[in-house]
């Protein structure tokens, strides 16, 4: 034999579902805001330049020890 649930309680129980899930989801929204990183922001590659007298790429010298 089949046990026969009546629809309201079924629906009941449903609803109960759903309201739980609900709270559960905002739980899960209101965690996630914590772990929310910043937006990284795109480096720009670093422009080669020329040797100048500010900024040389050697000392010209010879060091003796």
Do not use: F, W
């Not at 609900?22 to 080669?48: G, W």
């Amino acid at each position: 034999m089949t046990h026969r649930v009546p629809s309201e309680e079924t629906s009941d129980d449903y609803l109960k579902t759903l309201q739980e899930v609900k709270k559960q989801y905002l739980q899960y929204v209101e965690v996630s805001e914590l772990y929310k990183l910043p937006i990284r922001q795109i480096e720009q590659p670093a422009q080669d330049c020329l040797p100048s007298p500010d900024h040389p790429l050697t000392t010209n010298g010879i060091n003796i020890n």
